[in-house]
């Protein structure tokens, strides 16, 4: 109808990618409950990625106050 090739939301919990009457949609759920999220590769193909903590290789992580 407004001549996009597709449609990209967020922030709704479930993580999906779909189409739907010809529509790409693509739905990157949320980092907080789903830990999940959209990567689009060098070649174009679009996928969704989930953090797992049992994953992670991040050992220590510090947060420096950059104001002091």
Known sequence: KRGF?????????KAEIKTI??????NDGDWVESCSALVEHH????????WHRSEDNVDDVTIRDKQK
């Open 43 to 50: 070649d174009g193909r679009w996928e969704i990625v989930y």
């Open 21 to 26: 009457d010809g529509i790409v949609y693509m």
């Open 5 to 13: 090739d597709g449609v990209i939301c967020g922030h709704i919990h």
